[in-house]
């Protein structure tokens, strides 16, 4: 009974595919939607300036479905900017990189045993 809910690999590799997919169109969405409330647009001016019809732009930006090249093209023209830019991640360049913590120093037996050797 167990072996009926046991799920394949290639079941789970298709599930991750999945989930990339939804997050990928989650982010385009969400950079779609950013842009257009910034610019101070309604989703049929936006499709008016992107040639696009205003349903093209809702399901966008609802992350319905994955927007064609063609539609990319289009969406940053309208707002000015290249497929690269409108598809970038939003976390500015100038924010300082992110630290480790130091390093954790550890005294292994063997290096102190080394150590009392080499001093001899």
Known sequence: ????????????LHERALLQEIDER????????????????????LAAKAGMTQA???VIEAGQAN???RSLVKLAQAFGC?????????????EPARTHPEPVRRE?????????????
């Open 1 to 12: 009974m167990t072996s009926f809910f046991k799920r394949s690999s290639r079941e789970t």
């Open 26 to 45: 989650h982010f385009i969405s969400e950079q779609v939607f950013r842009r257009r409330e910034q610019a101070g647009w309604s989703q049929e001016e």
């Open 56 to 58: 093209q732009v809702a």
């Open 67 to 69: 927007p064609t090249l």
């Open 82 to 94: 290249s497929v690269s830019e409108l598809t970038a991640d939003p976390t500015p360049l100038h």
């Open 108 to 120: 292994w037996a063997s290096a102190r045993v080394e150590d009392d050797v080499l001093q001899r």
